[in-house]
């Protein structure tokens, strides 16, 4: 499956940002999805996953509360919305399906098997 993220951009702190994530060539449905994002100098962390019929979702502390994961099986599309957005929250984010865990909303890197390119989200105070 090929992924391609999108819907990234500057923000002023406070306000909000939808990410896409759309996917080609695979069985979108089968897959856990999850989005991850590596802010400059840190290593890639977590921030959301959801298993692949959306049943379950889990969130990183960071961004508990302020951001939502989704998913259109049909539409073959994985959603980010992010609000109350802040400067820790700038980073290049990406999205990445799970082939072997399709029924864990978390997991770390190794659990994902493949990736997208990523969208960089610069929130400016």
């Known amino acids: 499956v090929q992924l391609q993220a999108s819907g990234g951009g500057l923000v002023q702190a406070g306000g909000s940002l939808r990410l896409s994530c759309g996917a080609s060539?695979?069985?979108?449905?089968?897959?856990?999805m999850g989005w991850f994002r590596q802010a400059p100098g840190k290593e890639r962390e977590f921030v959301a996953g959801?298993?692949?019929?959306?049943?379950?979702?889990y969130y990183s502390d960071a961004v508990k509360g302020r951001f939502t994961i989704s998913r259109d099986n049909a539409k073959k599309v994985l959603y980010l919305q992010m609000n109350s957005l802040e400067p820790d929250d700038t980073a290049v984010y990406y999205c990445a399906a799970s082939a072997r865990f399709p029924h864990h909303s978390y997991g770390p890197e190794s659990y994902y098997d493949y990736w997208g390119q990523g969208t960089q989200v610069t929130v400016s105070s």
């Open positions: 959801m298993t692949r019929g959306g049943s379950s979702e």
């Open positions: 060539g695979g069985a979108f449905g089968s897959y856990g």
